[in-house]
């Protein structure tokens, strides 16, 4: 008896996953290609194979664009998970230089603008796709001192519906992850995080443990498959029970 190989959910499909060297971001990559997918890793420093790219830089999305149709022809999925976190100190709204605040918002939320705008007429043309952006439960619970990073990911969401209304009759899917305070690389290059945010966070979790990159992952991958073919718009809240959205 001849036995064929297991199709995964994403055979076929390929992925863009931003800021997807290491941390979340790493294990979603992982994650879509264990289901079949093809992902092309965009960082400013991406491992072997991946594409170099600020996120940031209109003119550096439009090249990543055009590399990932050069290399693999198509882009069915694109993960927004780039952004600034961990480097950024913690303190008081009016301590935050303008400067400051200004490049939080172009990392974390015009760079998925530029990332979409770029993208979408690829998938139009394909008649659909798929796109996830990584926001974060601090804008439900209204985590103070980080303000501008708070602001961010709350534009996230928004961002998501709002694009999510006027893409939904090309057959494109917009959806978002949120996940809460996370044992990531990023976050451990940064003990002074860890000892300010980790034990609150897990003492106010239902699920009372560290959460890790791999938690995320599952929610992820289900929105990219068929399975969510009927869901756009949503924010998907990931924190151990932190927050009921």
Same mark, same amino acid.
């Given at each position: 008896?001849?036995?064929?190989?297991?199709?995964?959910?994403?055979?076929?499909?390929?992925?863009?996953?931003?800021?997807?060297?290491?941390?979340?971001?790493?294990?979603?990559?992982?994650?879509?290609?264990?289901?079949?997918?093809?992902?092309?890793?965009?960082?400013?420093?991406?491992?072997?194979?991946?594409?170099?790219?600020?996120?940031?830089?209109?003119?550096?999305? #439009?090249?990543?664009?055009?590399? $990932?149709?050069?290399?693999?022809?198509?882009?069915?999925?694109?993960?927004?998970? #780039?952004?600034?976190?961990?480097?950024?100190?913690?303190? *008081?709204?009016?301590?935050? *230089?303008?400067?400051?605040?200004?490049? $939080?918002?172009?990392?974390?939320?015009?760079?998925?603008?530029?990332?979409?705008?770029?993208?979408?007429?690829?998938?139009?043309?394909?008649?659909?796709?798929?796109?996830?952006?990584?926001?974060?439960?601090?804008?439900?619970?209204?985590?103070?001192?980080?303000?501008?990073? $708070?602001?961010?990911?709350? #534009?996230?969401?928004?961002?998501?519906?709002?694009?999510?209304?006027?893409?939904?009759?090309?057959?494109?899917?917009?959806?978002?992850?949120?996940?809460?305070?996370?044992?990531?690389?990023?976050?451990?290059?940064?003990?002074?995080?860890?000892?300010?945010?980790?034990?609150?966070?897990?003492? #106010?979790?239902?699920?009372?443990?560290?959460?890790? *990159?791999?938690?995320?992952?599952?929610?992820?991958?289900?929105?990219?498959? *068929?399975?969510?073919?009927?869901?756009?718009?949503?924010?998907?809240?990931?924190?151990?029970?932190?927050?009921?959205?």
């Amino acid at each position: 008896m001849v036995v064929e190989p297991e199709m995964g959910a994403l055979d076929g499909k390929v992925a863009i996953v931003t800021g997807g060297a290491q941390g979340i971001g790493a294990a979603i990559a992982r994650g879509l290609e264990a289901e079949g997918a093809t992902v092309a890793v965009v960082d400013l420093n991406p491992p072997e194979g991946g594409i170099r790219a600020d996120v940031a830089s209109e003119a550096d999305v #439009a090249r990543m664009t055009e590399e $990932v149709l050069a290399r693999h022809g198509r882009i069915d999925i694109l993960i927004n998970n #780039a952004g600034l976190y961990a480097s950024l100190a913690m303190r *008081p709204f009016t301590e935050i *230089p303008l400067e400051e605040w200004n490049r $939080v918002m172009e990392v974390n939320v015009a760079s998925m603008f530029l990332t979409c705008r770029a993208v979408v007429p690829v998938m139009r043309e394909q008649g659909g796709g798929k796109i996830v952006n990584i926001s974060s439960g601090t804008p439900f619970r209204g985590v103070p001192f980080l303000l501008h990073y $708070v602001t961010s990911k709350g #534009a996230i969401v928004a961002l998501t519906r709002a694009l999510a209304k006027e893409l939904g009759k090309d057959g494109i899917h917009v959806n978002c992850v949120a996940p809460g305070f996370t044992m990531s690389d990023g976050v451990k290059a940064h003990p002074e995080v860890i000892e300010k945010l980790r034990d609150v966070s897990i003492a #106010a979790r239902t699920i009372q443990r560290d959460q890790v *990159p791999e938690d995320v992952v599952g929610a992820v991958v289900f929105l990219c498959t *068929p399975a969510a073919d009927f869901i756009t718009g949503q924010t998907m809240v990931i924190d151990g029970g932190q927050y009921f959205h």
